[in-house]
């Protein structure tokens, strides 16, 4: 089975705390790809980052960190020092390698509130 | 930004009706896709395209159907609509798939209302 799975469904945090997503997939290939996706309250859905299942690396870009844990398949989604303009749905979404479709399967989401 | 544009951007309609949305990209991309959200449920596949006139089935294609002829607009069209298929669709583009897999970008959504 294919499946991504956010356990958290909304955490609230007051500004400048740093925060976690967890994000937790189940895929049988060895390929694969890891994506995170930022909705906020405006409705687009705004790209963060693209893992390859090759590829452990931690990435950090500013204030955003992701940890590829492939022994616990997780790719969980670190904010340092929150805004309150990281106020957003995050979604996490897992592509196959195998399906060669290229079709993203989401979590639920996670709902993050950074308080002032 | 991705050159994705949906129309319309809000649509209420009666159950029963036929509904089409459109997606019209401007990338070139050779892969579109229908996603449906939810709430609970995060996005779901509804129908993708791998090519002018090549599309398939994706996880709720149930009440769906697509249609592609030309490589930048991609049509979802709801045959006969009814009140669970309310929700925001929203289409997305991408330029690989598989071991070249590249990030997928997404349109604006529209929001369907089904009365």
Same mark, same amino acid.
């Given at each position: 089975?294919?499946?991504?799975?956010?356990?958290?469904?909304?955490?609230?945090?007051?500004?400048?705390?740093?925060?976690?997503?967890?994000?937790?997939?189940?895929?049988?290939?060895?390929?694969?790809?890891? %994506?995170?996706?930022?909705? $906020?309250? !405006?409705?687009?859905?705004?790209? #963060? @980052?693209?893992?390859?299942?090759?590829?452990?690396?931690?990435?950090?870009?500013?204030?955003?960190?992701?940890?590829?844990?492939?022994?616990?398949s997780?790719?969980?989604?670190?904010?340092?020092?929150?805004?309150?303009?990281?106020?957003?749905?995050? %979604?996490?979404?897992?592509? $196959?390698? !195998?399906?060669?479709?290229?079709? #993203? @399967?989401?979590?639920?989401?996670?709902?993050?509130q950074?308080?002032? | 930004?991705a050159?994705?544009?949906?129309?319309?951007?809000?649509?209420?309609?009666?159950?029963?009706?036929?509904?089409?949305?459109?997606?019209?990209?401007?990338?070139?991309?050779?892969?579109?896709?229908?996603?449906r959200?939810?709430?609970?449920?995060?996005?779901?596949?509804?129908?993708?395209?791998?090519?002018v006139?090549?599309?398939?089935?994706?996880?709720?294609?149930?009440g769906?159907?697509?249609?592609?002829?030309?490589?930048?607009?991609?049509?979802?069209?709801?045959?006969?609509?009814?009140?669970?298929?309310?929700?925001?669709?929203?289409?997305?583009?991408?330029?690989?798939?598989?071991?070249?897999?590249?990030?997928?970008?997404?349109?604006?959504?529209?929001?369907l209302t089904?009365?």
């Open positions: 089975a294919q499946k991504v799975t956010q356990a958290q469904t909304e955490i609230s945090v007051v500004e400048k705390e740093d925060v976690t997503l967890d994000c937790v997939y189940e895929t049988r290939d060895t390929t694969y790809y890891l %994506f995170w996706y930022k909705q $906020p309250p !405006s409705g687009e859905l705004v790209f #963060l @980052i693209r893992r390859n299942s090759f590829d452990e690396q931690n990435e950090i870009s500013g204030r955003y960190s992701w940890n590829f844990q492939k022994s616990t997780s790719f969980n989604f670190t904010i340092t020092a929150s805004q309150v303009v990281d106020s957003a749905v995050y %979604f996490c979404a897992l592509s $196959p390698g !195998s399906s060669n479709t290229g079709k #993203l @399967i989401f979590g639920q989401g996670t709902t993050l950074v308080k002032p | 930004d050159g994705i544009t949906q129309s319309p951007r809000h649509k209420v309609t009666e159950t029963g009706t036929p509904v089409t949305l459109r997606c019209h990209q401007t990338e070139n991309h050779r892969y579109m896709y229908w996603y959200q939810d709430p609970g449920h995060g996005l779901r596949l509804i129908h993708y395209s791998y090519g006139k090549d599309t398939d089935k994706g996880e709720v294609s149930d769906y159907s697509v249609s592609r002829s030309k490589t930048e607009d991609f049509l979802l069209t709801l045959e006969s609509a009814t009140s669970s298929q309310t929700s925001v669709y929203f289409c997305a583009i991408s330029a690989g798939t598989g071991k070249m897999s590249y990030e997928q970008f997404f349109g604006p959504g529209t929001r089904v009365l």
